[in-house]
């Protein structure tokens, strides 16, 4: 069995962090009140780890759709395709969504119909993925070959976050 080198991970977590987009989504994250993060399969899961860490680690509001019954009512009622975009839309009625607020999508294709149609809706959109992803937000392309490669950088990307926000990750045994 193959997996990738972590240390290739680690290159590319670095090369990330010293660019562009990784500077105008940083900043962006400042302005924001609350960063929504959406994915499917193991980047949902990578989604609501991070929303939950750097919200922990920093201060920062960060959310992503944890509710089984939203989920599948959502997706029941409007289709899969709409699953994030009627999420934030209801986020936008209800009055949670502010003006500054910044969404950021993981796909490891970098084509997820309902993650890029959800971006596509938003001024202040980034994605996070392991292939190229065309569309009308900021794209950090990892150019990653697997999916679990994508997913473990994305993961890694969440606390390169915190840091890059100015704030520490605890080391093991200390109470943070």
Known sequence: MNIVPLADTTVTVNRVAR???????????????TVWFIGNGGLYA???HAADDITR???KACVSLDS????????????FENLF????????????FG????VIGLSCSGSSKNVCYALNQRSNAFMISGKESIGGYTNICLDTEYYHETEVIAL?????LV??????CPKIGEIH
Not at 19 to 27: M, R
Not at 156 to 160: F, I, K, R
Not at 163 to 168: A, F, T, V
């Open 19 to 33: 660019s562009k987009e990784w500077e105008k989504l940083v900043a962006a994250v400042r302005r924001a009140q």
């Open 57 to 59: 680690l920093t201060g």
């Open 46 to 48: 990578v989604a609501q």
């Open 156 to 160: 890694a990307l969440g606390y390169q």
């Open 163 to 168: 840091y890059s926000l100015g704030y520490e």
């Open 68 to 79: 089984a019954c939203m989920i599948t009512s959502i997706a029941n009622d409007c289709g």
């Open 99 to 102: 003006p500054y607020d910044v």
């Open 85 to 96: 975009h009627d999420w934030l839309a209801h986020a936008d009625r209800t009055g949670q």
